[in-house]
């Protein structure tokens, strides 16, 4: 039962224009989320994340927002860039349960310059 | 770049075989972790550990297990490899502090089993 969901499995965009990636998640207890960045052949890297108190988060390019009461979080990428062109996963992180993670599916994101 | 590394990077083996990957951390950090990914799935963990010798299972435990007898090292062990481990699996680490804390990952292990 996958409780972190990306119904998007991909996503393309062009460049300089804006790259909005969703993300659901079913289970109330999480309180904090992460956005991970995917290249082929390498490991996820973190990107940004969110604690439920907060409703935005952002860094740069990307901005996370939180929507608690639709259990719904979003990356915005501005402007995509052809090297955003990866596989990005959210995450989401339960009221104390240490460190356990549960993934999305991630979505596939391309930039055509 | 943390210093996460993985061995084997690829690797082919029979059904009934067992095999053992192995991560390894120059960070120092104490908690570590073991993830599959699979197409559809995403990344599902198996095992981590929050210090040596304290170890946890994750939501796809069965058919796994896990060692760690060095904060450096953390093993995971397919004692009798079935296809259905095919799969590449991930390393990362992480560490307390005030709050919640990002995961650095290794480099991916790619595993056949045939």
């Known amino acids: 039962d996958q409780q972190v969901k990306q119904n998007s499995p991909s996503l393309s965009v062009q460049e300089g224009r804006i790259s909005i990636l969703n993300c659901d998640y079913t289970?109330?207890?999480?309180?904090?989320f992460l956005w991970y960045k995917k290249y082929p052949a390498e490991g996820p890297t973190f990107l940004i994340s969110i604690s439920s108190i907060k409703d935005k988060n952002e860094d740069g390019r990307f901005t996370v927002f939180l929507n608690k009461s639709a259990k719904h979080l979003s990356l915005h990428i501005v402007p995509s860039q052809p090297g955003d062109s990866a596989v990005y996963f959210c995450?989401?992180?339960?009221?104390?349960?240490?460190?356990?993670?549960?993934f999305g599916t991630g979505t596939s994101l391309t930039v055509i310059p | 770049d943390a210093g996460i590394t993985q061995s084997p990077r690829h690797k082919v083996t029979e059904t009934g075989t067992p095999v053992t990957l192995r991560c390894h951390q120059t960070?120092?950090?104490?908690?570590m972790y073991w993830y599959r990914q699979d197409p559809g799935h995403g990344l599902r963990l198996i095992h981590y550990s929050y210090g040596v010798k304290d170890t946890d299972k994750g939501e796809v435990s069965d058919g796994y297990s896990v060692s760690r007898s060095k904060t450096e090292d953390f093993l995971l062990t397919l004692e009798s490899a079935t296809s259905s481990q095919t799969s590449v699996y991930f390393c990362?680490?992480?560490?307390?502090?005030?709050?919640?804390?990002?995961?650095?990952f290794g480099p991916g292990t790619r595993l056949t089993v045939t």
């Open positions: 990362a680490i992480s560490e307390p502090g005030t709050g919640i804390y990002e995961q650095y």
């Open positions: 289970n109330s207890m999480f309180d904090y």
């Open positions: 995450a989401a992180n339960p009221t104390n349960t240490g460190n356990q993670f549960y």
């Open positions: 960070e120092n950090h104490r908690y």
